[in-house]
């Protein structure tokens, strides 16, 4: 078998690697040296820029169908802390940010059993109509399986009435672990990673982009993020509609998971590195600052990431409620700057399909 000298250097000749080469580098090889690979693959794709985005959040109800064991975020109907905005209130959080900036509202929610899909594409019409300029992200594969499921549409009827809506791109979440142990321990009602890939399939092939995650530290092995990261890689390889990648750490907050406990920054930096070095054909790798915190998303720049997600305006509860210490996450233009600046790095301001703005 390659020594981790050799499969390193074979990373750095742009060759791509395979599960058990990087198997070996995730154990073996010292944290500096992959943030070293990591960094200058990154350097390769985008210089010294670190994209960002003026962004915030709507969810419009947190009641949701299923019960994943990681989430600290659902309510049952009724419960204490459930929530379900109407149309009415979620355009007016809309209207409140008209003249902000803001180029992306990042639309997700729990499973929502009263909704059905032409609910949410006149939410789509309605937000477009307050705010034409607003690109909208919306919807996990979860939630969008669902309710296209529910409408007895093909998910390229769904996604169509949804595109046509005004829907542009679809965020990453829902993949958690594809591996089928994990999956059924962690998230049994979620549906398998091949319907999961399916809905992104059918969206790259509509033009409509989007993101993949990967929620990591908790009970899955390290060949299992691995295959992960690989069945990401292969669907990238079909239809290239990947933006980014995202690795959401667990967060152990208020969950029947809690007692796992969390996993470590430098588990969270290694991981970082390797989501660049085996994502060979997915531009961007983002460290979403609100789950990791400011600094972790700082030391996350010298690991290959290139992407710290938006401004957020404080308008996502999502990891505020698993235990991330910042209970109202905003960040300005000018804080996004000097974090960047202090990695040596530069700030580019983006769109949700990252063409540079300004
Ligand atoms: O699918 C839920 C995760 C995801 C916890 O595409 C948790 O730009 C950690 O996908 N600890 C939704 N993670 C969020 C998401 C996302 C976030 C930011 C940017 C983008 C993007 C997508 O949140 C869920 C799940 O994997 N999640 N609970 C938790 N306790
Ligand atoms: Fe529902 Fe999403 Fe939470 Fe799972 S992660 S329980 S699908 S809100």
Known sequence: MASVEKIIERALQGERLGAEEALLLWQEAPLWQLGQVACELKRRVSGDKVFYNRNFHVEPTNVCLFECKFCSY??????EGAWAHSLEEILAEVEARRDSGATEVHIVGGVDVEHDIYYYAEMIRRIKQTMPTLCVKAFTAVELNYMIKQAELSLEEGLRLLKEA?????PGGGAEIFAPRVRMAICPQKGSAEEWFALHDAAHRLGIDSNATMLYGHI???EERIDHLLRIRRQQELTGGFNAFIPLKYRSAHNAMSALGETSVTDDLRTLAMSRILLDNVPHIKAYWVMYGKQVAELALSFGADDIDGTIDDSTRIYS?????DTRPRMSVEDIERMCATAGLRAVERDTHYNEIG
């Open 166 to 170: 005004g829907m542009e791109s679809i």
């Open 220 to 222: 899955e092995s390290v």
């Open 321 to 325: 409620m698993a235990g991330a210490a």
């Open 74 to 79: 659902r309510r049952s109907k009724g419960e």
